[in-house]
């Protein structure tokens, strides 16, 4: 008899991480690339001299408090908190270690783990954690043995075995914790029951409804130097103000604050990280973005106003003409974001699929910038997200991904059905 596999698929857990990372909200946690593929966490030693339980525990800690398994009375205990992370991202299909872009000998050590596209996690059946559970096995044999050759004695006799389908599919059981929208569809399981010639795929959903998330930032505001993020802001009011503040006019402001209803992002002096070259182009530049630039989130989208003396360019999803795009220093704002067209584009990948919409925009100071140039080759770059968009977009692809597990399930079925089986909780 095959043995039935398992796997989870903690899309809690994926949705959970995704937001930590763009919350910004954690030292050391940030995305590792561009695509945000990957993505880097603090893995400090807790028994370092120089351990921060507040700073390089903090995203172990808050792993803890979501799933309820924080220690009685809230002592400390950091070392737990990272065990039952790395757990959850090790056990998850959707989460992979990249070993060569991880940096544990150094002063502050990170592990880099890549999500996982759906296409690429497949159904993995018995076999992955045979070596884990051998044991068990083992152990179950001798009270399971008989049992199991009488069944099988008794199906030889009164029932005529139909022509396999497939080792993956005979009898399979996938555990699964998907999210889409307020709906939680967790623990299911897959089954292909053999009973006689008729072979069925039946589907048991345990259904939980979940609160809806705290408020989202209306802009995640990310400052970059040359590619390296230097600053990020969440922005939940309406209005953002991002501008150079020099020192020898005034005393600097912090690097952020708000002023009336309008927040103010003030652009930092180059770090030491970056070449002796750039730092001094950076340093040139700053002083012409004084005044800076002022967005506005609306219900008609992202506008944009340009004060600042010295040249900014700009790249969207919604731009009609080739680029480059100049933000003119005008008294008319820009639209850099069009959210009706957003939402017409989000409607037609939520009926036919295709690429998902894009939903961040990218400014550049002192230089042009092209919908085909390199951001990290620039300058000053200023990368604008949104939030609301972006949970938008993910929740359908949730759903897509989904219905794509359901029909390739459906496809194995000699029937071409598959019975769903929805008990709420």
Same mark, same amino acid.
């Given at each position: 008899?095959?043995?039935?596999?398992?796997?989870?698929? =903690?899309?809690?857990?994926? =949705?959970?991480?995704?937001?930590?990372?763009?919350?910004?909200?954690?030292?050391?946690?940030?995305?590792?690339?561009?695509?945000? %593929?990957?993505?880097?966490?603090?893995?400090?030693?807790?028994?370092?001299?120089?351990?921060?339980?507040?700073?390089?525990?903090?995203? +172990?800690?808050?792993?803890?408090?979501?799933?309820?398994?924080?220690?009685?009375?809230?002592?400390?205990?950091?070392?737990?908190?990272?065990?039952?992370?790395?757990?959850?991202?090790?056990?998850?299909? $959707? &989460?992979?270690?990249?070993?060569?872009?991880?940096?544990?000998?150094?002063?502050?050590?990170?592990?880099?783990?890549?999500?996982?596209?759906?296409?690429?996690?497949?159904?993995?059946?018995? /076999?992955?954690?045979? /070596?884990?559970?051998?044991?068990?096995?083992?152990?179950?044999?001798?009270?399971?043995?008989?049992?199991? $050759?009488?069944?099988?004695?008794?199906?030889?006799?009164?029932?005529? %075995?139909?022509?396999? #389908?497939?080792?993956?599919?005979?009898?399979?059981?996938?555990?699964?914790?998907?999210? #889409?929208?307020?709906?939680?569809?967790?623990?299911?399981?897959?089954?292909?029951?053999?009973?006689?010639?008729?072979? $069925? #795929?039946?589907?048991?959903?345990?259904?939980? =409804?979940?609160?809806?998330?705290?408020?989202?930032?209306?802009?995640?505001?990310?400052?970059?130097?040359?590619?390296?993020?230097?600053?990020?802001?969440?922005?939940?009011?309406?209005?953002?103000?991002?501008?150079?503040?020099?020192?020898?006019?005034?005393?600097?402001?912090?690097?952020?604050?708000?002023?009336?209803?309008?927040?103010?992002?003030?652009?930092?002096?180059? !770090?030491?990280?970056?070449?002796? !070259?750039?730092?001094?182009? #950076?340093?040139?530049?700053?002083? &012409?973005?004084?005044?800076?630039?002022?967005?506005?989130?609306?219900?008609?989208?992202?506008?944009?106003?340009?004060?600042?003396?010295?040249?900014?360019?700009?790249?969207?999803?919604?731009?009609?003409?080739? /680029?480059?795009?100049?933000? $003119?220093?005008?008294?008319?704002?820009?639209?850099? &974001?069009?959210?009706?067209?957003?939402?017409?584009?989000?409607?037609? +990948?939520?009926?036919?699929? /295709?690429?998902?919409?894009?939903?961040?925009?990218?400014?550049? &100071?002192?230089?042009?910038?092209?919908?085909?140039?390199?951001?990290?080759?620039?300058?000053?770059?200023?990368?604008?997200?949104?939030?609301?968009? !972006?949970?938008?977009?993910?929740?359908?692809?949730?759903?897509?991904?989904?219905? =794509?597990?359901?029909?390739?399930?459906?496809?194995?079925?000699?029937?071409?059905?598959? %019975?769903?089986?929805?008990?709420?909780?």
């Amino acid at each position: 008899m095959a043995t039935p596999g398992r796997v989870r698929s =903690t899309r809690r857990l994926r =949705t959970w991480m995704v937001e930590q990372v763009n919350s910004g909200r954690y030292p050391g946690l940030m995305w590792d690339d561009s695509a945000r %593929t990957m993505f880097r966490i603090p893995w400090k030693h807790a028994g370092k001299q120089d351990f921060r339980s507040d700073e390089d525990a903090a995203i +172990f800690k808050a792993w803890a408090v979501f799933k309820g398994k924080l220690s009685e009375g809230g002592r400390s205990d950091p070392a737990s908190w990272k065990t039952r992370l790395r757990c959850a991202l090790n056990k998850s299909p $959707e &989460f992979c270690e990249v070993i060569e872009r991880s940096q544990l000998d150094i002063s502050e050590p990170y592990k880099v783990y890549r999500l996982v596209p759906l296409a690429e996690q497949g159904l993995v059946l018995a /076999g992955k954690k045979d /070596g884990e559970k051998a044991g068990k096995r083992k152990r179950q044999r001798s009270h399971s043995d008989s049992e199991e $050759e009488n069944a099988i004695k008794k199906s030889k006799d009164e029932v005529v %075995t139909p022509e396999p #389908i497939s080792m993956a599919v005979q009898q399979l059981e996938v555990e699964r914790e998907i999210t #889409i929208g307020s709906v939680d569809v967790s623990e299911s399981t897959v089954i292909l029951k053999d009973e006689g010639p008729v072979n $069925e #795929i039946q589907l048991n959903f345990m259904i939980e =409804t979940i609160p809806p998330s705290g408020e989202l930032p209306s802009l995640v505001i990310s400052v970059l130097y040359v590619g390296q993020e230097v600053l990020r802001k969440e922005i939940f009011g309406k209005d953002v103000r991002v501008a150079y503040y020099s020192s020898l006019c005034s005393p600097r402001p912090p690097s952020s604050l708000v002023v009336g209803d309008v927040e103010r992002i003030a652009l930092p002096e180059p !770090t030491s990280s970056l070449s002796p !070259t750039h730092q001094q182009a #950076i340093s040139t530049l700053l002083p &012409f973005m004084e005044k800076g630039v002022l967005l506005a989130s609306t219900s008609g989208g992202i506008m944009a106003q340009r004060f600042s003396w010295g040249r900014v360019f700009w790249t969207g999803p919604h731009t009609t003409e080739r /680029g480059p795009h100049k933000l $003119e220093r005008t008294p008319n704002p820009v639209r850099l &974001f069009n959210r009706q067209t957003f939402e017409q584009e989000l409607n037609v +990948f939520r009926s036919s699929g /295709g690429d998902p919409p894009k939903c961040d925009v990218t400014l550049c &100071f002192g230089e042009e910038l092209t919908d085909t140039d390199d951001p990290a080759s620039k300058l000053i770059t200023i990368q604008i997200s949104l939030p609301w968009a !972006t949970q938008q977009v993910q929740e359908i692809q949730s759903f897509r991904d989904t219905m =794509t597990v359901l029909q390739n399930l459906a496809s194995q079925s000699p029937l071409s059905e598959v %019975t769903l089986n929805l008990v709420g909780i």
